[in-house]
């Protein structure tokens, strides 16, 4: 089993910056997490950031290019999200996911809310 923990969400204004944290611990062999995800309230979950191409570039949501970064520390099974110039249209419960075999796993999220 693998357990994903995110911290950093909070309360932001407008244009401020929060930097999101993903730990992953117990079998970590040959897991990698993936990408950070989002949930709005009654919205379904989207996609921010996405390792691609064996991890040697991400994808990002358009909403989010320019503004959100995805970072890994692999001596700390960490990945962050830097989050700038923050909208209160980025405000929802952020969630990372990664993938061991064919297993997903998902945090339990952290909410970010950004106030106009």
């Known amino acids: 089993q693998v357990q994903l923990v995110e911290s950093g969400g909070g309360l932001v204004q407008a244009g401020g910056s929060l930097r999101l944290s993903c730990a992953a611990s117990?079998?970590?062999?040959?897991?990698?997490?993936k990408g950070w995800y989002r949930q709005a309230p009654g919205k379904q979950r989207e996609l921010v950031a996405v390792?691609?191409?064996?991890?040697?570039?991400?994808n990002y949501a358009d909403s989010v290019k320019g503004r959100f970064t995805f970072s890994r520390d692999n001596a700390k099974n960490t990945v962050y999200l830097q989050m700038n110039s923050l909208k209160p249209e980025d405000t929802a419960v952020y969630y990372c996911n990664g993938l061991r075999g064919t297993t997903d796993y998902w945090g339990q999220g952290t909410q970010v809310t950004v106030s106009s």
């Open positions: 117990g079998s970590i062999f040959r897991f990698n997490v």
């Open positions: 390792i691609t191409g064996g991890g040697g570039s991400t």
